[in-house]
């Protein structure tokens, strides 16, 4: 039985209740979840980066997910071994006749799967660095504008971030384009679409959870751990402003303040690349968040299975 979908996506801004929904959705077409959230690879970054490990169990059964908790806090996990790592899950999900249910809003995991796009490991470029080095910002980001098709996605927001950024295009410039190929995927998409003030009453709520249940505690234990106040400070968002406040920086109430405003700016951000995907033609089925989780659920399995026999 031929199918017009190979892969099925649920996604929408943070705090939607995503992950709730795909274990849902695949209990009901028996399916396993590949996640797709960058933070969530690292072992011991937990509250922060919202494991509800709870939300895998639908009617007291385990759902099976992957790509969750795979590498150590402190290392950087890159765009590359996710494609990579996602393939592998893929294929093997693929054979064995399972639905892959991607779950998670991270806009630059989703696109190198969706997408497709040609990715490759990319070495440093001392040389590179050197005529870089003392460049400002903005000086960067205008090298980095100069270039047609961007492979690195990431918010150049720091000069690090922007010269790594230009490293990679220059390295994808030399390379030839035949050099690694990914298969071509059909898939669906589907995300949770919320009012903007009902978004951001959620995103409070949930921040307001995670400190009273052990996100400051959290980091300290990572510091604990040997993971470097550099590092988090990459994770960014509640490991960058807490981070902040145990080091004297801020005081709780600034940091709370900042925190929450940086994740509604989050927010809003994952609203706007969602826009520019179907600004680009990729269809996205938009799903009531007032419905019931059955009714939500339905409507997915329903779309999924419409795609059988086409």
């Not at 690694?180 to 959620?202: G, K, Q």
């Not at 040997?226 to 940091?255: D, H, P, Q, S």
């Not at 995907?277 to 779309?303: C, N, Q, Y």
């Amino acid at each position: 039985m031929t199918h017009q979908y190979d892969l099925l996506v649920i996604t929408g801004p943070t705090a939607s209740g995503k992950t709730l929904l795909a274990a849902s959705v695949a209990s009901v077409l028996g399916g396993e979840i590949i996640s797709a959230d960058s933070r969530q690879v690292y072992r011991g970054m937990d509250i922060g980066t919202g494991k509800d490990y709870g939300d895998y169990f639908v009617d007291g059964q385990p759902i099976k997910y992957h790509l969750v908790d795979i590498v150590d806090a402190g290392y950087r996990y890159s765009v590359f071994e996710y494609q990579r790592d996602f393939l592998k899950v893929y294929d093997d999900l693929r054979s064995r006749s399972v639905v892959p249910v991607v779950c998670g809003g991270s806009g630059m995991y989703l696109d190198s799967v969706i997408s497709g796009y040609r990715l490759l490991p990319v070495p440093v470029n001392e040389d590179l660095r050197k005529e870089l080095s003392g460049k400002s910002l903005t000086e960067l980001k205008v090298i980095l504008s100069g270039f047609k098709t961007l492979h690195n996605n990431t918010d150049a927001d720091t000069v690090k971030r922007a010269v790594r950024a230009i490293e990679i295009e220059v390295y994808h410039s030399e390379q030839s384009a035949g050099e690694v190929t990914f298969p071509v995927i059909r898939p669906l998409l589907t995300a949770v679409s919320y009012e903007r003030e009902e978004r951001r009453r959620r995103i409070s709520d949930r921040l307001h959870e995670r400190l009273k249940n052990g996100m400051i505690e959290e980091v300290e234990r990572l510091l604990s751990k040997g993971v470097t106040e550099e590092t988090l400070l990459y994770y960014g968002l509640e490991y960058k402003f807490i981070m902040n406040y145990i080091a004297g920086r801020m005081t709780y109430e600034e940091m709370h303040r900042s925190l929450e405003t940086a994740i509604h700016q989050f927010a809003k951000r994952q609203m706007t690349w969602f826009r520019g995907m179907e600004r680009r033609g990729v269809e996205i089925h938009w799903i009531d968040s007032t419905l019931s989780p059955a009714a939500k659920t339905g409507f997915i399995a329903e779309l999924w299975e419409r795609g059988r026999n086409r």
